[in-house]
């Protein structure tokens, strides 16, 4: 099935996309002219060419210097008589052609081709410049090679991005290169088939100036190329565009905006910005006049503003608003107005009095708050939504019909006393995606542009009920083999929206929505990106590859009535917000290890095939940009981006299982070099000088560099210990016996003295696997070192008899060379009859204030994690509790490898895998409460490991996905994030 492309996109041509992750900003302010507004929605000029002289350059543009100009020709066009050519008939000289344009931040370059001859190939870039400096040049740079193969420049040499007869001579082919606003990365579409992604062709691009098409060598002559319909314009990704102030010049006004005769400028500011160094700052330094900034935007009928605002002061208050038109006519007025009081309450303004919406603290000082407000299609009120849940709707300002929406302001609230500080940025205002709705589509018919997948049967269009009219979609299973599903796909974008109003009238099984699209690396038709769920207890979870997630609990959809529903997907794409009438109820990460490069559409479907009966009506369904911006995650942990500490094209790096904290500073990490196979070995120990901002391997100080893996842990004394994970059944023990492989160093790992010690357990164990020669126990987790001096260690595995795995304690009294088992934690064969459940194991063991022992244990994937606690030293234990979070302590707590790190400061952090990688938070350090699950990273196999490096600094150390899990890639990368704990 074709995507509904821009209109230029004709069927049957090459679509061409360069798209940048939006999550960073400008180093450094572009050069003088780079600023741009915020780009509105709407195509750039086409240029056909009919007006142009033959044979002349068309006008705005001119060739390179030394290169001969490439010209108007009648000798075809694309539907018309003219067209540019680019033809090589010199073997010492090239033909191109350069037409700069406006200075812009992203953009977009559109044009046909037909290649008639291509013995060395054609060129085409988007013009730009550097932010190292220089005249503009080619930043994306690009190459239809002789055999119609595209690929681009990466500054060094030409990488392939799409297979031959991709283009082809004698044929018109369409191609589009989108550039988005941070000018990043690049993606290539070929007809329907997403192919991959580009980089800048050298360095970070600081402003896109132009665009340029040439011939590919001198020698051989004969390249000849015909190319029409060429367009340069604003980027086109999204119609509501971010403005976030980096490109404009502090003290001055936005570009675009102004004040109001009776009040000064709020102005650009480098003082500080959300996430970039600018942002606009409201500050009111006048007892005569306020500060105050005005807007406009092409009229919509309705529309959304986003921004993220951060108080510093608030005397009197902070006001904003939409702008529109009114029935009298005139300019535009204030059509909906809200105040931010001096306590952080919310307010808006009926024309006679202010109604508050929201109580204080709504919108604290000295934090940045995400607000939105989208006002309906009749125009008739707005719902404001503060950090992404819903808090009221506001009404029109005095009550009058507005006819459009066509800006927007900012202000203070008064001009006495002075000292309203405000900063606001990432601002959004666009006009609403339309809703779409089913009234002219036939009953029983398959909805335009939408198709089933192969294997399904299409969800179709019926009469049985709609939302607010008589149609809606309806998925209906009624078949025990097959599945009734339907793929919507659009235009690719990234920051993207999907809504709907879903009506479950029966759901044995459930229903399934995704968001579709690409992910880096894998070319073909789009896939489902983000996968979520409607349970039959109208529960909602998300799925990452391997399994699923609950995100809202039971009766969040019930069956018999309509419930609305979005999904928010960032720039980033690298998470899912969702929302379920209007409030925010959580977070998912993407299907599988791959990147997203874009998103094309959704598919709604049932989520089984037997037994028969879900049926679920569908409408309002909304795919665009997002109507509100996608807050960063809240939680207590402030995360950092990822540094590279270890990469591969090929093999395995995988599954981080330690690292350790050195006296002088540095931090050392361990992971294994191997599949995930007990007989595989091979370990990397990797260090770093500056708390993760850049890593080397150290192979000379690698304890064990041939085993399967190993924890190394820092003892209070400056040793270091590390201990081998697996253990060896000693011959003619009766199985109660097993080597344990150790080295201790003093030197930081410098030299080690290793040694093999015994693990004695009190009856015969069974080996763990089998057949392996293996001891009973694996032993995982960082060593506890007591106060006498004796060390405890986490194990896991079996006795003679266990059916599932066992939780256990050992303790060593000589440093770590022999170890014998102190208590079994928990074991419980018989907790559930689920195949998923394993038992108790991949314990973590910490030592709390009070003196007592906490234990976290992993039951088996996507299932809950247990605690017990011991007041004893280890001797005897609680019996294994679920954990429980959130602010009730109502939520139950799912994942694997939990690893426990008492902070310098008190508090207690845990970290958890599965889905990715999440932490919590324990405030008073006891562990009896928890902060909700904050997902720190999505895309990795669930195992990593941690390490304080401050009293409330931890490194965060994860991968890029092991070798089972789904979607990863061949290039493996183990990571490092720095955490923060507020």
């Given at each position: 099935?074709?995507?509904?492309?821009?209109?230029?996109?004709?069927?049957?041509?090459?679509?061409?996309?360069?798209?940048?992750?939006?999550?960073?900003?400008?180093?450094?302010?572009?050069?003088?002219?780079?600023?741009?507004?915020?780009?509105?929605?709407?195509?750039?000029?086409?240029?056909?060419?009919?007006?142009?002289?033959?044979?002349?350059?068309?006008?705005?543009?001119?060739?390179?210097?030394?290169?001969?100009?490439?010209?108007?020709?009648?000798?075809?066009?694309?539907?018309?008589?003219?067209?540019?050519?680019?033809?090589?008939?010199?073997?010492?000289?090239?033909?191109?052609?350069?037409?700069?344009?406006?200075?812009?931040?992203?953009?977009?370059?559109?044009?046909?081709?037909?290649?008639?001859?291509?013995?060395?190939?054609?060129?085409?870039?988007?013009?730009?410049?550097?932010?190292?400096?220089?005249?503009?040049?080619?930043?994306?740079?690009?190459?239809?090679?002789?055999?119609?193969?595209?690929?681009?420049?990466?500054?060094?040499?030409?990488?392939?991005?799409?297979?031959?007869?991709?283009?082809?001579?004698?044929?018109?082919?369409?191609?589009?290169?989108?550039?988005?606003?941070?000018?990043?990365?690049?993606?290539?579409?070929?007809?329907?088939?997403?192919?991959?992604?580009?980089?800048?062709?050298?360095?970070?691009?600081?402003?896109?100036?132009?665009?340029?098409?040439?011939?590919?060598?001198?020698?051989?002559?004969?390249?000849?190329?015909?190319?029409?319909?060429?367009?340069?314009?604003?980027?086109?990704?999204?119609?509501?565009?971010?403005?976030?102030?980096?490109?404009?010049?502090?003290?001055?006004?936005?570009?675009?905006?102004?004040?109001?005769?009776?009040?000064?400028?709020?102005?650009?500011?480098?003082?500080?910005?959300?996430?970039?160094?600018?942002?606009?700052?409201?500050?009111?330094?006048?007892?005569?006049?306020?500060?105050?900034?005005?807007?406009?935007?092409?009229?919509?009928?309705?529309?959304?503003?986003?921004?993220?605002?951060?108080?510093?002061?608030?005397?009197?208050?902070?006001?904003?608003?939409?702008?529109?038109?009114?029935?009298?006519?005139?300019?535009?007025?204030?059509?909906?107005?809200?105040?931010?009081?001096?306590?952080?309450?919310?307010?808006?303004?009926?024309?006679?009095?202010?109604?508050?919406?929201?109580?204080?603290?709504?919108?604290?000082?000295?934090?940045?708050?995400?607000?939105?407000?989208?006002?309906?299609?009749?125009?008739?009120?707005?719902?404001?939504?503060?950090?992404?849940?819903?808090?009221?709707?506001?009404?029109?300002?005095?009550?009058?019909?507005?006819?459009?929406?066509?800006?927007?302001?900012?202000?203070?609230?008064?001009?006495?006393?002075?000292?309203?500080?405000?900063?606001?940025?990432?601002?959004?205002?666009?006009?609403?995606?339309?809703?779409?709705?089913?009234?002219?589509?036939?009953?029983?018919?398959?909805?335009?542009?939408?198709?089933?997948?192969?294997?399904?049967?299409?969800?179709?269009?019926?009469?049985?009920?709609?939302?607010?009219?008589?149609?809606?979609?309806?998925?209906?299973?009624?078949?025990?083999?097959?599945?009734?599903?339907?793929?919507?796909?659009?235009?690719?974008?990234?920051?993207?929206?999907?809504?709907?109003?879903?009506?479950?009238?029966?759901?044995?099984?459930?229903?399934?929505?995704?968001?579709?699209?690409?992910?880096?690396?894998?070319?073909?038709?789009?896939?489902?990106?983000?996968?979520?769920?409607?349970?039959?207890?109208?529960?909602?979870?998300?799925?990452?590859?391997?399994?699923?997630?609950?995100?809202?609990?039971?009766?969040?959809?019930?069956?018999?009535?309509?419930?609305?529903?979005?999904?928010?997907?960032?720039?980033?794409?690298?998470?899912?917000?969702?929302?379920?009438?209007?409030?925010?109820?959580?977070?998912?990460?993407?299907?599988?290890?791959?990147?997203?490069?874009?998103?094309?559409?959704?598919?709604?479907?049932?989520?089984?095939?037997?037994?028969?009966?879900?049926?679920?009506?569908?409408?309002?369904?909304?795919?665009?940009?997002?109507?509100?911006?996608?807050?960063?995650?809240?939680?207590?942990?402030?995360?950092?981006?990822?540094?590279?500490?270890?990469?591969?094209?090929?093999?395995?790096?995988?599954?981080?299982?330690?690292?350790?904290?050195?006296?002088?500073?540095?931090?050392?990490?361990?992971?294994?070099?191997?599949?995930?196979?007990?007989?595989?070995?091979?370990?990397?120990?990797?260090?770093?000088?500056?708390?993760?901002?850049?890593?080397?391997?150290?192979?000379?100080?690698?304890?064990?560099?041939?085993?399967?893996?190993?924890?190394?842990?820092?003892?209070?004394?400056?040793?270091?210990?590390?201990?081998?994970?697996?253990?060896?059944?000693?011959?003619?023990?009766?199985?109660?016996?097993?080597?344990?492989?150790?080295?201790?160093?003093?030197?930081?790992?410098?030299?080690?003295?290793?040694?093999?010690?015994?693990?004695?357990?009190?009856?015969?164990?069974?080996?763990?696997?089998?057949?392996?020669?293996?001891?009973?126990?694996?032993?995982?987790?960082?060593?506890?070192?007591?106060?006498?001096?004796?060390?405890?260690?986490?194990?896991?595995?079996?006795?003679?008899?266990?059916?599932?795995?066992?939780?256990?304690?050992?303790?060593?009294?000589?440093?770590?060379?022999?170890?014998?088992?102190?208590?079994?934690?928990?074991?419980?064969?018989?907790?559930?009859?689920?195949?998923?459940?394993?038992?108790?194991?991949?314990?973590?063991?910490?030592?709390?204030?009070?003196?007592?022992?906490?234990?976290?244990?992993?039951?088996?994937?996507?299932?809950?994690?247990?605690?017990?606690?011991?007041?004893?030293?280890?001797?005897?234990?609680?019996?294994?509790?679920?954990?429980?979070?959130?602010?009730?302590?109502?939520?139950?707590?799912?994942?694997?490898?939990?690893?426990?790190?008492?902070?310098?400061?008190?508090?207690?952090?845990?970290?958890?895998?599965?889905?990715?990688?999440?932490?919590?938070?324990?405030?008073?350090?006891?562990?009896?409460?928890?902060?909700?699950?904050?997902?720190?990273?999505?895309?990795?196999?669930?195992?990593?490991?941690?390490?304080a490096i401050g009293p409330d600094r931890l490194l965060l150390i994860g991968d890029r996905g092991a070798d089972w899990t789904p979607g990863a890639d061949s290039h493996r990368r183990i990571?490092?994030?720095?955490?923060?704990?507020?």
């Amino acid at each position: 099935m074709r995507p509904l492309l821009p209109a230029r996109a004709r069927p049957g041509t090459v679509l061409l996309v360069l798209a940048a992750l939006l999550a960073g900003s400008l180093a450094g302010a572009p050069p003088a002219g780079a600023a741009e507004g915020p780009s509105g929605p709407g195509d750039p000029v086409v240029h056909t060419f009919e007006e142009a002289p033959v044979g002349a350059a068309p006008p705005g543009c001119a060739p390179t210097e030394g290169a001969s100009a490439a010209v108007v020709s009648d000798v075809r066009g694309q539907d018309s008589a003219r067209s540019l050519r680019v033809r090589d008939t010199s073997a010492t000289g090239r033909t191109d052609l350069a037409c700069p344009g406006p200075t812009r931040l992203g953009a977009r370059l559109g044009f046909a081709m037909r290649p008639e001859a291509l013995p060395n190939g054609f060129l085409f870039s988007v013009l730009g410049r550097f932010e190292s400096g220089g005249a503009a040049r080619p930043v994306f740079h690009f190459q239809a090679a002789p055999d119609g193969s595209l690929r681009w420049q990466d500054g060094t040499g030409w990488q392939a991005l799409a297979p031959a007869g991709s283009v082809a001579p004698g044929r018109w082919d369409r191609i589009t290169v989108e550039v988005p606003r941070d000018r990043g990365a690049a993606y290539l579409y070929v007809g329907d088939a997403y192919a991959g992604r580009a980089a800048p062709a050298g360095g970070k691009v600081a402003a896109l100036t132009g665009h340029q098409f040439s011939g590919a060598g001198t020698a051989p002559t004969g390249d000849d190329v015909f190319v029409d319909d060429v367009s340069f314009g604003p980027a086109s990704q999204d119609t509501t565009a971010t403005r976030d102030f980096d490109a404009e010049m502090p003290g001055q006004p936005p570009s675009g905006c102004t004040a109001p005769a009776n009040a000064a400028p709020a102005v650009v500011s480098d003082v500080r910005g959300e996430a970039s160094p600018r942002a606009l700052r409201i500050l009111d330094t006048s007892a005569a006049q306020g500060v105050e900034t005005t807007c406009p935007a092409p009229a919509a009928p309705s529309g959304t503003l986003a921004f993220s605002v951060r108080p510093e002061a608030l005397p009197n208050g902070f006001t904003f608003g939409l702008l529109g038109h009114r029935a009298g006519g005139g300019a535009p007025s204030p059509g909906f107005h809200f105040l931010a009081g001096p306590g952080g309450t919310l307010s808006w303004y009926d024309g006679s009095a202010w109604r508050q919406l929201a109580p204080a603290g709504t919108l604290p000082t000295g934090r940045w708050t995400g607000v939105e407000v989208a006002v309906a299609a009749d125009r008739s009120g707005a719902e404001v939504r503060v950090g992404g849940t819903s808090v009221g709707r506001a009404g029109p300002v005095a009550g009058a019909a507005l006819q459009d929406l066509s800006g927007y302001r900012f202000g203070s609230a008064g001009s006495a006393p002075t000292g309203d500080e405000v900063s606001v940025d990432r601002v959004a205002f666009g006009p609403a995606t339309a809703a779409r709705g089913h009234e002219s589509d036939p009953v029983g018919s398959v909805p335009p542009g939408c198709a089933a997948p192969a294997g399904a049967t299409a969800a179709t269009v019926s009469d049985a009920r709609g939302k607010d009219s008589a149609r809606s979609l309806r998925v209906r299973d009624a078949s025990a083999t097959g599945r009734t599903e339907l793929d919507c796909l659009h235009a690719p974008r990234r920051a993207t929206e999907l809504a709907f109003w879903a009506y479950p009238e029966s759901l044995p099984n459930g229903f399934t929505f995704s968001l579709l699209g690409h992910t880096a690396g894998v070319s073909g038709a789009p896939a489902p990106v983000f996968h979520l769920s409607v349970t039959p207890q109208g529960a909602l979870r998300w799925y990452d590859g391997l399994g699923w997630t609950q995100l809202a609990a039971p009766g969040t959809v019930p069956t018999g009535q309509w419930s609305e529903l979005a999904v928010r997907v960032p720039e980033d794409t690298a998470r899912a917000q969702l929302l379920v009438g209007g409030r925010v109820v959580g977070e998912a990460g993407s299907w599988g290890m791959r990147e997203a490069d874009d998103l094309t559409g959704y598919r709604f479907g049932g989520s089984g095939t037997a037994p028969t009966g879900d049926d679920v009506f569908l409408d309002g369904i909304r795919f665009g940009p997002p109507s509100a911006q996608v807050p960063a995650p809240a939680g207590p942990f402030a995360v950092g981006p990822t540094v590279t500490v270890d990469q591969v094209e090929q093999g395995n790096l995988q599954m981080p299982n330690s690292a350790a904290r050195l006296p002088g500073g540095e931090t050392l990490a361990v992971y294994p070099r191997h599949g995930d196979a007990v007989d595989a070995v091979g370990t990397e120990l990797v260090a770093t000088p500056d708390d993760g901002r850049s890593w080397r391997k150290q192979p000379a100080r690698n304890p064990f560099p041939d085993e399967q893996s190993s924890y190394v842990t820092q003892l209070a004394g400056g040793d270091l210990l590390a201990v081998n994970y697996l253990t060896f059944m000693v011959p003619g023990s009766n199985n109660t016996r097993a080597t344990v492989r150790t080295a201790r160093s003093s030197d930081g790992g410098a030299t080690w003295r290793r040694g093999n010690g015994t693990m004695t357990a009190p009856g015969p164990m069974k080996p763990i696997p089998s057949g392996k020669g293996l001891g009973g126990f694996v032993l995982i987790n960082r060593v506890l070192e007591n106060p006498d001096g004796s060390l405890y260690q986490s194990a896991y595995g079996y006795y003679a008899g266990d059916a599932k795995y066992r939780q256990v304690l050992l303790v060593s009294t000589d440093g770590g060379v022999d170890w014998s088992v102190r208590s079994t934690v928990a074991v419980d064969p018989g907790l559930s009859g689920e195949a998923s459940y394993e038992g108790f194991d991949e314990g973590s063991v910490v030592r709390l204030a009070d003196g007592s022992l906490l234990t976290l244990m992993r039951t088996g994937n996507y299932r809950p994690l247990y605690q017990a606690r011991s007041t004893d030293d280890g001797r005897t234990w609680s019996a294994p509790q679920v954990l429980r979070a959130g602010p009730d302590g109502g939520q139950p707590v799912t994942g694997i490898r939990p690893e426990l790190t008492l902070m310098g400061d008190g508090r207690l952090v845990l970290l958890i895998g599965r889905p990715g990688m999440s932490m919590l938070l324990s405030e008073d350090g006891s562990g009896t409460s928890w902060s909700a699950p904050q997902a720190v990273d999505y895309r990795n196999s669930g195992n990593g490991t941690s390490v304080a490096i401050g009293p409330d600094r931890l490194l965060l150390i994860g991968d890029r996905g092991a070798d089972w899990t789904p979607g990863a890639d061949s290039h493996r990368r183990i990571w490092s994030r720095l955490v923060t704990v507020r």
